[in-house]
Protein backbone atom coordinates (compact mmCIF):
# COMPACT_ATOMS: atom_id res chain seq x y z
CA UNK A 1 0.00 0.00 0.00
CA UNK A 2 3.06 2.31 0.59
CA UNK A 3 4.65 1.55 -2.56
CA UNK A 4 1.29 2.10 -4.71
CA UNK A 5 0.46 5.59 -2.70
CA UNK A 6 3.67 7.05 -2.76
CA UNK A 7 4.14 5.68 -6.91
CA UNK A 8 0.14 8.34 -6.89
CA UNK A 9 1.94 11.31 -5.10
CA UNK A 10 3.05 14.32 -6.54
CA UNK A 11 6.65 15.79 -5.54
CA UNK A 12 6.97 19.40 -4.50
CA UNK A 13 8.61 20.48 -7.55
CA UNK A 14 5.46 19.31 -9.61
CA UNK A 15 3.05 20.64 -7.11
CA UNK A 16 4.39 24.23 -7.21
CA UNK A 17 4.33 24.05 -11.07
CA UNK A 18 0.78 23.18 -11.00
CA UNK A 19 0.07 25.80 -8.12
CA UNK A 20 1.56 28.40 -10.31
CA UNK A 21 -0.25 27.45 -13.39
CA UNK A 22 -3.19 27.56 -12.01
CA UNK A 23 -2.30 31.43 -10.45
CA UNK A 24 -1.39 32.36 -13.84
CA UNK A 25 -4.72 31.04 -15.58
CA UNK A 26 -6.65 32.50 -12.25
CA UNK A 27 -4.95 36.22 -13.07
CA UNK A 28 -5.78 35.93 -16.57
CA UNK A 29 -9.11 36.02 -15.74
CA UNK A 30 -9.34 37.96 -12.91
CA UNK A 31 -6.93 41.06 -13.91
CA UNK A 32 -9.02 41.91 -17.14
CA UNK A 33 -12.48 41.58 -14.92
CA UNK A 34 -10.65 44.35 -12.35
CA UNK A 35 -9.62 46.55 -15.40
CA UNK A 36 -12.87 46.88 -16.36
CA UNK A 37 -14.37 47.55 -12.80
CA UNK A 38 -11.56 50.30 -12.63
CA UNK A 39 -12.30 51.64 -15.93
CA UNK A 40 -15.97 52.12 -15.49
CA UNK A 41 -15.38 54.43 -12.41
CA UNK A 42 -12.85 57.05 -13.94
CA UNK A 43 -13.53 60.16 -15.19
CA UNK A 44 -13.84 60.40 -19.17
CA UNK A 45 -11.09 62.77 -19.72
CA UNK A 46 -8.87 61.14 -17.84
CA UNK A 47 -8.78 58.22 -19.66
CA UNK A 48 -8.80 59.77 -22.76
CA UNK A 49 -5.42 61.62 -21.87
CA UNK A 50 -4.12 58.88 -19.65
CA UNK A 51 -5.29 55.72 -21.19
CA UNK A 52 -6.76 52.67 -19.23
CA UNK A 53 -5.51 52.28 -15.55
CA UNK A 54 -6.29 49.38 -12.77
CA UNK A 55 -5.88 52.55 -10.63
CA UNK A 56 -8.22 55.52 -11.16
CA UNK A 57 -6.16 58.67 -11.70
CA UNK A 58 -9.47 60.93 -11.18
CA UNK A 59 -12.62 58.80 -9.84
CA UNK A 60 -16.35 59.26 -11.55
CA UNK A 61 -20.10 57.73 -11.97
CA UNK A 62 -21.00 59.34 -14.03
CA UNK A 63 -20.99 56.08 -16.56
CA UNK A 64 -23.09 54.91 -13.64
CA UNK A 65 -25.42 57.83 -13.12
CA UNK A 66 -26.18 57.96 -17.13
CA UNK A 67 -27.53 54.25 -17.05
CA UNK A 68 -29.54 55.14 -14.13
CA UNK A 69 -31.45 57.47 -16.09
CA UNK A 70 -33.13 54.61 -17.91
CA UNK A 71 -33.41 52.41 -14.41
CA UNK A 72 -36.77 51.41 -15.80
CA UNK A 73 -35.87 50.22 -18.91
CA UNK A 74 -32.77 48.64 -17.58
CA UNK A 75 -34.73 46.66 -14.50
CA UNK A 76 -37.68 45.34 -17.30
CA UNK A 77 -34.49 44.23 -19.59
CA UNK A 78 -33.08 42.26 -16.56
CA UNK A 79 -36.47 41.08 -15.53
CA UNK A 80 -36.62 39.07 -19.31
CA UNK A 81 -33.54 37.98 -19.56
CA UNK A 82 -33.25 35.84 -16.38
CA UNK A 83 -36.93 34.90 -17.30
CA UNK A 84 -35.64 33.72 -20.68
CA UNK A 85 -32.25 32.70 -19.07
CA UNK A 86 -33.93 30.22 -16.48
CA UNK A 87 -36.87 29.02 -18.52
CA UNK A 88 -34.72 28.74 -21.76
CA UNK A 89 -32.23 26.91 -20.02
CA UNK A 90 -34.27 23.99 -17.59
CA UNK A 91 -36.04 23.21 -20.75
CA UNK A 92 -33.42 22.83 -23.65
CA UNK A 93 -31.56 20.97 -20.71
CA UNK A 94 -34.82 18.21 -20.39
CA UNK A 95 -35.22 18.31 -24.14
CA UNK A 96 -31.36 17.95 -24.76
CA UNK A 97 -31.33 14.69 -21.80
CA UNK A 98 -34.49 13.31 -23.25
CA UNK A 99 -33.29 13.06 -26.61
CA UNK A 100 -30.00 12.06 -25.93
CA UNK A 101 -30.72 9.15 -23.67
CA UNK A 102 -32.13 6.61 -25.67
CA UNK A 103 -29.48 7.36 -28.58
CA UNK A 104 -27.41 5.89 -26.26
CA UNK A 105 -29.18 2.71 -25.64
CA UNK A 106 -27.90 -0.03 -27.62
CA UNK A 107 -31.40 -1.45 -27.90
CA UNK A 108 -32.86 1.68 -29.30
CA UNK A 109 -33.62 0.23 -32.88
CA UNK A 110 -33.67 3.85 -34.86
CA UNK A 111 -30.03 4.91 -32.62
CA UNK A 112 -28.02 5.69 -35.72
CA UNK A 113 -30.75 7.51 -37.38
CA UNK A 114 -31.74 10.03 -35.52
CA UNK A 115 -27.84 10.05 -34.38
CA UNK A 116 -27.01 10.54 -38.34
CA UNK A 117 -29.50 13.63 -38.03
CA UNK A 118 -28.86 15.31 -35.46
CA UNK A 119 -24.40 14.90 -37.23
CA UNK A 120 -26.08 16.05 -40.34
CA UNK A 121 -27.23 19.17 -38.91
CA UNK A 122 -23.90 20.16 -37.26
CA UNK A 123 -22.12 20.02 -40.68
CA UNK A 124 -25.20 21.62 -42.82
CA UNK A 125 -27.42 24.19 -42.06
CA UNK A 126 -30.62 25.75 -44.18
CA UNK A 127 -28.94 29.22 -44.26
CA UNK A 128 -30.53 32.54 -42.52
CA UNK A 129 -33.03 33.12 -44.43
CA UNK A 130 -34.59 30.08 -45.00
CA UNK A 131 -34.45 30.34 -40.42
CA UNK A 132 -35.89 33.81 -40.44
CA UNK A 133 -39.00 32.64 -43.05
CA UNK A 134 -39.70 29.36 -40.88
CA UNK A 135 -39.20 31.32 -37.51
CA UNK A 136 -41.28 34.42 -38.48
CA UNK A 137 -43.80 32.68 -40.70
CA UNK A 138 -44.43 29.44 -39.79
CA UNK A 139 -43.57 29.23 -35.84
CA UNK A 140 -44.78 32.72 -35.39
CA UNK A 141 -42.09 33.91 -33.43
CA UNK A 142 -42.08 37.60 -33.85
CA UNK A 143 -42.37 39.55 -30.80
CA UNK A 144 -43.37 37.66 -27.84
CA UNK A 145 -41.35 36.39 -25.48
CA UNK A 146 -41.13 32.63 -26.88
CA UNK A 147 -38.72 34.04 -30.04
CA UNK A 148 -35.74 34.51 -27.05
CA UNK A 149 -36.16 30.85 -26.10
CA UNK A 150 -37.09 28.48 -28.51
CA UNK A 151 -34.56 29.08 -31.03
CA UNK A 152 -32.05 27.84 -28.65
CA UNK A 153 -33.93 25.16 -27.12
CA UNK A 154 -31.84 22.50 -29.15
CA UNK A 155 -28.88 22.25 -29.74
CA UNK A 156 -26.81 19.23 -31.87
CA UNK A 157 -23.04 19.26 -30.18
CA UNK A 158 -24.69 19.24 -26.81
CA UNK A 159 -26.80 16.12 -28.05
CA UNK A 160 -23.90 14.19 -28.92
CA UNK A 161 -21.92 15.32 -25.42
CA UNK A 162 -25.07 14.04 -23.12
CA UNK A 163 -25.00 10.97 -25.40
CA UNK A 164 -21.17 10.08 -24.81
CA UNK A 165 -21.78 11.27 -21.51
CA UNK A 166 -24.97 8.37 -21.06
CA UNK A 167 -22.85 5.82 -22.69
CA UNK A 168 -19.76 6.46 -20.63
CA UNK A 169 -21.20 6.97 -17.01
CA UNK A 170 -24.23 5.36 -16.36
CA UNK A 171 -23.27 1.51 -16.09
CA UNK A 172 -25.39 -1.21 -17.85
CA UNK A 173 -26.20 -3.07 -15.06
CA UNK A 174 -28.10 0.02 -12.96
CA UNK A 175 -30.60 0.00 -15.84
CA UNK A 176 -30.70 -4.00 -15.91
CA UNK A 177 -31.52 -3.59 -11.83
CA UNK A 178 -34.15 -0.99 -12.37
CA UNK A 179 -35.79 -3.35 -15.06
CA UNK A 180 -35.92 -6.11 -12.83
CA UNK A 181 -37.40 -3.87 -9.98
CA UNK A 182 -40.60 -3.04 -12.50
CA UNK A 183 -39.43 0.82 -13.06
CA UNK A 184 -40.62 1.30 -16.42
CA UNK A 185 -38.48 3.64 -18.73
CA UNK A 186 -39.49 7.13 -17.54
CA UNK A 187 -39.03 6.25 -14.09
CA UNK A 188 -35.72 4.80 -14.91
CA UNK A 189 -34.63 8.26 -16.53
CA UNK A 190 -36.26 10.52 -14.07
CA UNK A 191 -35.31 8.84 -10.98
CA UNK A 192 -31.64 6.63 -11.62
CA UNK A 193 -30.41 8.01 -15.05
CA UNK A 194 -30.52 12.03 -14.22
CA UNK A 195 -29.61 12.07 -10.31
CA UNK A 196 -26.34 9.64 -11.61
CA UNK A 197 -25.76 12.76 -14.82
CA UNK A 198 -25.48 15.97 -12.49
CA UNK A 199 -22.09 16.69 -13.62
CA UNK A 200 -22.92 16.26 -17.21
CA UNK A 201 -26.64 18.18 -16.74
CA UNK A 202 -25.02 20.88 -14.90
CA UNK A 203 -22.21 21.41 -17.47
CA UNK A 204 -24.71 21.78 -20.56
CA UNK A 205 -27.05 23.90 -18.28
CA UNK A 206 -23.97 26.30 -17.59
CA UNK A 207 -23.47 26.44 -21.56
CA UNK A 208 -26.98 27.24 -22.09
CA UNK A 209 -27.49 29.34 -19.40
CA UNK A 210 -24.45 31.72 -21.21
CA UNK A 211 -25.83 31.45 -24.27
CA UNK A 212 -29.17 32.55 -23.03
CA UNK A 213 -27.66 35.44 -21.15
CA UNK A 214 -25.24 37.05 -23.40
CA UNK A 215 -27.75 36.46 -26.43
CA UNK A 216 -27.92 39.75 -28.32
CA UNK A 217 -28.95 38.33 -31.83
CA UNK A 218 -32.11 36.94 -31.50
CA UNK A 219 -33.84 40.30 -30.31
CA UNK A 220 -31.95 41.75 -33.29
CA UNK A 221 -33.96 39.17 -35.71
CA UNK A 222 -37.00 38.99 -33.80
CA UNK A 223 -38.19 42.00 -31.20
CA UNK A 224 -38.90 45.09 -31.70
CA UNK A 225 -40.63 45.70 -28.90
CA UNK A 226 -39.20 47.31 -26.43
CA UNK A 227 -40.49 45.73 -23.37
CA UNK A 228 -39.63 42.96 -24.64
CA UNK A 229 -35.84 43.51 -25.36
CA UNK A 230 -33.05 41.73 -23.09
CA UNK A 231 -30.59 43.18 -21.15
CA UNK A 232 -27.06 42.18 -23.93
CA UNK A 233 -29.58 44.09 -26.50
CA UNK A 234 -30.52 46.97 -24.80
CA UNK A 235 -26.82 47.30 -23.84
CA UNK A 236 -25.59 47.21 -27.55
CA UNK A 237 -28.39 49.76 -28.56
CA UNK A 238 -27.13 51.88 -25.19
CA UNK A 239 -23.52 52.13 -26.96
CA UNK A 240 -24.69 52.81 -30.13
CA UNK A 241 -26.95 55.77 -28.81
CA UNK A 242 -24.32 57.02 -26.81
CA UNK A 243 -21.26 56.45 -29.38
CA UNK A 244 -23.84 58.73 -31.72
CA UNK A 245 -24.62 61.50 -29.43
CA UNK A 246 -20.99 61.65 -28.34
CA UNK A 247 -20.36 62.37 -31.96
CA UNK A 248 -23.13 64.80 -32.27
CA UNK A 249 -21.98 68.23 -31.36
CA UNK A 250 -23.35 71.62 -29.88
CA UNK A 251 -26.16 69.44 -27.92
CA UNK A 252 -27.16 68.93 -24.41
CA UNK A 253 -27.62 65.35 -23.54
CA UNK A 254 -29.92 64.12 -20.28
CA UNK A 255 -31.47 65.22 -17.43
CA UNK A 256 -28.34 64.67 -14.58
CA UNK A 257 -24.93 65.41 -16.29
CA UNK A 258 -26.01 67.79 -19.08
CA UNK A 259 -23.26 66.98 -21.45
CA UNK A 260 -22.77 64.02 -23.97
CA UNK A 261 -22.30 60.35 -22.40
CA UNK A 262 -19.26 59.05 -21.92
CA UNK A 263 -18.68 56.42 -24.32
CA UNK A 264 -15.25 55.08 -22.77
CA UNK A 265 -16.96 54.58 -19.32
CA UNK A 266 -20.10 53.48 -20.48
CA UNK A 267 -18.73 51.24 -22.43
CA UNK A 268 -16.94 49.51 -19.10
CA UNK A 269 -20.62 49.91 -16.97
CA UNK A 270 -22.53 48.43 -19.23
CA UNK A 271 -20.14 45.73 -19.53
CA UNK A 272 -20.10 45.56 -15.63
CA UNK A 273 -23.56 45.63 -15.34
CA UNK A 274 -24.27 42.45 -18.12
CA UNK A 275 -21.75 39.97 -16.36
CA UNK A 276 -22.64 40.55 -13.04
CA UNK A 277 -25.27 38.56 -12.36
CA UNK A 278 -23.97 35.72 -14.40
CA UNK A 279 -20.62 35.78 -12.51
CA UNK A 280 -22.33 35.60 -9.16
CA UNK A 281 -24.40 32.83 -9.94
CA UNK A 282 -21.42 30.49 -10.72
CA UNK A 283 -20.53 29.24 -7.78
CA UNK A 284 -24.00 28.03 -7.53
CA UNK A 285 -23.61 26.01 -10.49
CA UNK A 286 -20.02 25.01 -8.70
CA UNK A 287 -21.64 23.08 -5.89
CA UNK A 288 -23.62 20.62 -8.36
CA UNK A 289 -20.60 19.79 -10.16
CA UNK A 290 -18.81 18.64 -7.00
CA UNK A 291 -21.65 16.92 -5.33
CA UNK A 292 -22.56 14.65 -8.71
CA UNK A 293 -19.35 13.45 -8.79
CA UNK A 294 -19.73 11.99 -5.90
CA UNK A 295 -23.12 10.30 -6.50
CA UNK A 296 -23.03 6.41 -6.94
CA UNK A 297 -21.97 3.51 -9.16
CA UNK A 298 -22.74 0.02 -9.35
CA UNK A 299 -21.84 -1.29 -5.59
CA UNK A 300 -21.27 -4.55 -4.89
Known amino acids: MKAESSMNAISPSTNAVIHLVFIAMSLTCIIPL ?21 IPAKLSMDAYRYLWQENRMILNAY ?29 FAYRKLFTFLVVFTLLFQGGLVSWYMVTTQILHLKNNIWALIIPHLFNGWYVMIMRTYF ?19 FRTFFSIVLRLSLPGLATIGLF ?16 TDDKLLNMQYLMYKAQSMANYLSSASGEHFGTV ?38 IGAVKG
Open 79 to 107: GVTIFTTLVGTVTSLLIIALFSYPLSRRD
Open 208 to 223: NAIVYWNDWWLPLMLI
Open 167 to 185: QTTIPDAVLESAKIDGAGE
Open 34 to 54: LLVIAVSISNEQSIVAEGYRF
Open 257 to 294: MQVAPPSLTLRMALAVIGIGPIVLAYPFFQKYFVKGLT
